[in-house]
């Protein structure tokens, strides 16, 4: 009978790490079997948890940690999670200062005995999962990469602690060598998962600092999960930060594994809704709609069909894709920048994208309300920086009642460099009520038909 086990590797990031944690919360809901735990760094950390079968205990933590939890640093210098190094704080700066220079690099003591409050090595042995972490001996100059059955009895902690020791940290000694974080030399240690013989192999990336080496995937299942917004730093411990990364996590998990549909947004997938939208665009309103959107890109391009229509529209990555209403979806929520880090059910995004497309029309008619001349010369400045820093949705409007000719061509060009996705998106907000009117027909004339069928 085939194993369907996994190995879990988890990569470092400081603080992001909170993101394996909802990995983790995926996983578990999932029914995924994880028999190995291989990290590095804030990985190293969290695996060492899961292998005790600390998750609960983990999620705890990381719904109230904090920078205090990881270095022991004044609470003047702290300011929003983050070190902030005040002038005006002198003795603040100077108590920091001299523990900087007794420790040779940041006091970690605070995050040692979080470890030694959780972590116990004998249960971690006993239970049987495996694990294993990687640092660099900076005393050889050379990596280490270790198993469980290789780690000296009452080291595990430290071999945690070398491995999560970032630069400017105090360096951890194991028998006299002084380490430093893996990060160094491999910040994802795939390859260890690879060479202790696991086949079935689930790689979590948080985009952390440090060296990220080629992966063989040769014979291998393996499953690779990465945080789709880049957001963050090594050191953020800002509370909003981290319980929106932590849900990242999840979200990003269950759509890597099927349960959420969606590029940018994360849609619970209704199949009986998405054939149905399937058969509403051989409607005549709506294969006219798409032709005439698509024209708009190139006016020399006469579609002769939807379909073909569909494909000039899409973003490229999407122009293969067999379900078309949560591209369709997917980029009309991009276009009104919709919050990202949630699950959607399509008639919550669809009221939510009714509501932010009025509210995005009352800031257009506000706008342009101003000195004309005011509100071209900062468009101009938008193209010339290539920075465009308004809801894509009012560019759209800018550009079909509002700007002259001179300003459309740049603007148009680049609108299609930074949001691929207008277009399409778009073309869905000028179908999205007659399709909903649609869908609802169909409902009705459903639920005569059974009434009509039970009655007989």
Not at 326 to 344: E, G, Q
Request: aromatic share 10%.
């Amino acid at each position: 009978m085939e194993n369907n086990h996994y190995c879990l590797v988890l990569s470092g990031g400081g603080a992001k790490g909170v993101y394996h944690i909802g990995v983790w919360k995926a996983l578990k809901e999932l029914g995924i079997q994880v028999d190995a735990f291989i990290g590095n760094s804030i990985g190293a950390v969290i695996s060492a948890f899961l292998a005790q079968g600390l998750d609960e205990v983990l999620e705890v933590i990381g719904g109230s940690i904090g920078l205090d939890y990881v270095l022991n640093i004044p609470k003047d210098l702290i300011v929003n999670g983050e070190l902030n190094i005040r002038l005006n704080k002198k003795d603040a700066f100077k108590e920091f200062y001299r523990s900087v220079l007794a420790k040779r690099g940041l006091d970690t003591s605070p995050f040692r005995t979080l470890l030694e409050t959780h972590i116990n090595e004998d249960c971690i042995r006993r239970d049987g999962k495996d694990f294993g972490v990687v640092s660099f001996n900076l005393s050889e100059m050379k990596p280490r990469e270790v198993y469980i059955e290789e780690m000296e009895e009452g080291e595990l902690i430290n071999y945690v602690l070398a491995s999560s020791a970032f630069p400017g940290f105090e360096r951890p000694e194991i028998g006299g060598k002084k380490y430093i974080d893996g990060g160094v030399y491999d910040n994802i240690p795939y390859a260890m998962a690879r060479s202790r013989g696991y086949k079935n192999i689930i790689v979590v990336d948080i985009s952390g600092i440090g060296v990220k080496k080629k992966m063989n995937i040769e014979g291998v299942r393996m499953v690779y999960i990465k945080n789709s917004i880049n957001m963050g730093r090594v050191l953020d411990f800002d509370r909003k930060f981290l319980d929106e990364f932590t849900q990242l996590g999840y979200l990003d998990t269950m759509r890597t594994f099927g349960q959420l549909t969606g590029f940018y947004y994360f849609i619970i997938p209704n199949t009986e809704l998405e054939e149905s939208f399937k058969e509403y665009l051989k409607s005549v309103p709506a294969q006219s709609r798409i032709i005439s959107r698509a024209m708009t890109l190139n006016k020399n391009y006469h579609p002769s069909t939807a379909a073909e229509a569909v494909r000039l529209l899409f973003p490229k990555r999407s122009r293969f894709d067999r379900q078309w209403l949560p591209v369709f979806v997917d980029c009309a929520a991009k276009s009104l920048s919709l919050k990202r880090i949630r699950k959607w059910k399509y008639d919550e995004i669809f009221e939510e994208m009714l509501k932010q497309e009025e509210s995005v029309r009352v800031q257009f008619h506000s706008m342009i309300a101003r000195d004309r001349k005011k509100i071209e010369a900062s468009i101009r400045k938008e193209i010339r920086k290539k920075s465009l820093i308004k809801t894509p949705y009012i560019y759209h409007l800018l550009v079909e009642h509002y700007l002259h000719e001179r300003l459309k061509k740049p603007l148009n060009r680049l609108l299609s460099e930074r949001f691929p996705e207008l277009a399409t998106g778009v073309c869905f907000l000028e179908m999205m009520q007659d399709f909903i009117t649609y869908e609802s027909t169909q409902k009705d004339n459903a639920a005569t038909a059974f009434s009509w069928k039970r009655d007989q």
